[in-house]
């Protein structure tokens, strides 16, 4: 049985200085032609869709889609799927795109999670790791969600620049608890050769911090978030009773899920599956009834 979806939006208004991750920027016709294409292998692949108990639209940043484009997308899968047996369905966001207009869209498809990539609330690692938002675009953004009674919220947290330690960490941890987040998904930075980092550390003009540092931090934000009510159930990620997401732990047990977007990844019958990483073949493999794998 085919439990989860994931749809890839490879689109993000600035290039991060880790991410590693397929991404570009994209002019708005470029945008619109990626819509109907992945509406169209959703369509190629409705046979999988129909006992799907997740949806997770990822990035990239889905957010930096105009709301049509977004509504368009949300339309159709609404046409495909069964709603009603939808347990969790989430889209990730940036802290700058979230106000009242994307949260009343969201809430009319019934998308009841949210994952904002928050990655610290601290003015100069948000500078260092090329974050286009501020320190009060992101606690606007949690304010007007708590506000507005949005129900489960996931924030990205990142640690590992050289001079990180444990009280900047719990710092950004305090901020979100206060904001009553369910989850937390904190990573340690891994510098990887395809970035701004990667480069920078080829010349020796980047270097991140101390592998010991790096886990006596790891030890001490897995005991805080205990303390204060988030329960570890992966190794990056924390949650409220109840609120540890049922997509990743589709990914975490092996259970089977389908994918659709360039670069996006999937498990059936036992075998992964990779479409390829390249715009315009993904939209030619889709055209042609002819996906490509990597």
Known sequence: MIEGLYIHIPFCNVICSYCDFYKMRAKSIVKEQ?????????????????????????????????HNLLEKLFKSLDSLIDS????????????????????????????????LGIQSFDRQTLQILGRNHTEEEAINALSLLQKENFPNVNIDLIYGLQ??????????????????????SIYSLIVEEKTLFGYLS??????????LIDAKIYEQLVDYLQINGYLQ??????????????????????NHYIAVGPSASYFIDNTRYTNIN????YFDGVKNKDLCFL
């Open 34 to 66: 990626l819509v109907d294409y992945l509406i169209e292998e959703l369509y190629l692949k409705r046979e999988y869709l129909n006992d799907l108990q997740t949806i997770y639209i990822g990035g990239g940043t889905p957010s930096s889609l105009d």
């Open 84 to 115: 009603t047996k939808i347990k969790e369905f989430t889209i990730e966001a940036n802290p700058n795109d979230i106000n009242i207009n994307f949260i009343n869209l969201i809430k009319k498809y019934k998308i009841n999670r949210l994952s």
């Open 163 to 184: 001079t990180d330690t444990f009280a900047r960490v719990k710092n950004d941890i305090d901020i979100a608890i206060k904001y009553n987040v369910k989850h937390f």
């Open 202 to 211: 080829k010349k020796n003009q980047f270097q991140r911090l101390d592998d």
């Open 233 to 254: 159930y992966e190794v990056s990620n924390f949650a409220k009773i109840g609120y540890q997401s049922i997509h990743n732990l589709i990914y975490w047990n092996n």
């Open 278 to 281: 390249n715009l315009q073949k």
